[in-house]
């Protein structure tokens, strides 16, 4: 055997042993197609390599190449059946063009006969195939006469690494059209289950309502009682109101009492209804809401404010089902499914002695709880918008909310939540007089929250944070004696405000005279919050 050709075909068998290893070792094939062609113009002494491959628009566009430049890679692009590359893409054919220059199909589009020096190129074309089905073009050209073998040998060798390339091309493709076909699974997927934890009139998005609606989607269908935890106004109401349209009992009635609003007698005529003349003012028969929610829901708001006498009334009604109405001695039947809410914490009731155990468990089957609006403050823009929506409709404006406004009410605490939230964004939409709410509208855009880092606690801790929102929020509760004390923190603070909320409200005792209602002005809270916030944080306040 010729010893040249010898040399060339272990030089072709390391070649195509290296281009193997190198395709098969990532799945970025225009990397891993660049490295091959590097190790084929290196090891056989090609002055240029190209990959070209079709692309979703039906062109061809390069993949990898070696020995051009920028420029002239960018150039390199064809039409199938355009040029030497075109014609070998379309008919599936080899091609053998001995002398670039002297062929009329050649476009040079890449500059491979530029700067030549009047030495003579040849250029071999090969297709690459995928199931049979031309899905490229390798091709090389060198300069004829300096390589060791004719161009056989060449297409010899641009086959098997043409079959190479066909082998790395179409598994790049599969794992793509899985990847493809996973990623569209999957957002079909999050779709079906975003719109089936969608619940009616409640607008959220953050993943702690979704985990909140996933809970409702369950207990549902139940016939279980569900108590609804937390604080006033994160929509326990709306939430209830879900879990009966979800349930079997959708075309029954939802009856809703909020046990806090009436007092013991009143609420026991409100839920068993009376008999005429079993009080002053019973003119007639009444039906109380068990009787209204028959075959229906019960919705028990505030049910932690109930007396200890009325919890043992309810507690018989849940465990018989049965109940008599006020003045009557008639037992009645009723199909209801409760659900109860409260933003007290039953526990401590429980252990304090203030709310029968018995009666807990009853109403504790199944247990949601609604985080506050700060901590699910991804909710708050899309809040807003529905808020200012449903004003521009019933008023007949064009309001929008500006960035600056939006990331003010983004950053606020919001001890009451959505409905504060709703609050806010209808008075200040109200007074505005153009069509953009701006940060300005707000008195706390330059004043953020004094208590902003505090944690809201319940109304049984006689704490409540201090907001951060636009202007205090009255409520209607008596504003807490603080009791005298003997001592008094001696004036510490200068003109201008400390860092620290307790350093804080010193400041604004101090700058107020030691007078509550004024610190409160001053810091832009309401006098009970003032109140709460120095028991919080013992503070002795000065007698004159």
Known sequence: ??????????????????????????????????????VLANNMGYRRCMIVADNEDGDLHLLAAVGLSPEEYQAGHYHPGEGVIGKVFSSGMPAVVQDLAAE???????????????????????????????????????????NSGGF?????????????????????????????????????????????????????????????????????????????????????????????????RKDGPFIKVNCAALTESLLESELFGHEKGSFTGAVGERKGRFEMADKGTLFLDEIGDISPAFQAKLLRVLQEREFERVGGNRSIKVDVRLVCATNRNLEKMVAAGEFRSDLYYRINVVSIFLPPLRERREDIPPLIAHFIERF????????????????????????????????????????????????????????????????????????????????PVEISLPIPEIPHRTAAP???????????????????????????????????????????????????????
């Open 152 to 248: 056989n040998e060449d297409v010899r060798l641009l086959t098997m690494v043409a079959s190479l390339v066909g082998q790395a091309l179409a598994l790049q493709r599969t794992v793509v059209a899985e990847r493809n076909q996973l990623l569209s699974e999957t957002r079909r997927l999050r779709h079906e289950l975003k719109g089936r934890f969608r619940l009616d009139n409640v607008i959220d998005v953050s993943k702690r309502m979704q985990d909140v609606f996933a809970e409702v989607h369950q207990a549902g269908p139940s016939r279980s009682t569900v108590l609804l935890r937390g604080e006033s106004g994160t929509g326990k109401e709306v939430i209830a109101r879900a879990l009966h349209t979800l349930s079997p």
């Open 490 to 544: 001696e004036r510490q603070f200068g003109s201008t405000m400390p860092e620290g909320e307790r350093e804080r409200l010193i400041w604004a005792m101090e700058h107020s005279g030691w007078v509550q209602a004024r610190a409160a002005r001053l810091l832009n809270i309401t006098p009970r919050q003032m109140g709460y916030a120095l028991q919080k944080y013992d503070i002795e306040v000065k007698r004159f």
């Open 1 to 38: 055997m010729n010893p040249a050709l010898h040399v060339r075909a272990q030089t072709e068998l390391a070649t195509i042993y290296e281009i193997s290893k190198i395709l098969t070792s990532s799945l970025d094939l225009a990397k891993t197609c660049r490295e091959a062609l590097n």
């Open 392 to 471: 521009n409709s019933e008023n007949n404006r064009d309001l929008r909310v500006s960035a600056e406004a939006l990331d003010v009410l983004t950053n606020c605490f919001w001890p009451g939540n959505v409905r504060e939230l709703e609050n806010c964004i209808e008075r200040t939409a109200t007074m505005a007089r153009g069509d953009t709410i701006s940060d300005l509208h707000f008195p706390c855009h330059n004043n953020r929250c004094l208590t902003q880092s505090l944690h809201h606690v319940d109304k049984d801790d006689a704490v409540s944070a201090l907001p951060a929102h636009a202007g």
């Open 104 to 146: 009329p199909f050649f476009l040079n589009r890449t500059g491979a006969l530029d700067h030549v020096d009047g030495e003579r190129i040849a250029l071999v074309g090969m297709p690459v195939r995928v199931a049979q089905q031309v899905v490229g073009v390798i091709t090389i050209d060198r300069v004829s006469g300096r």
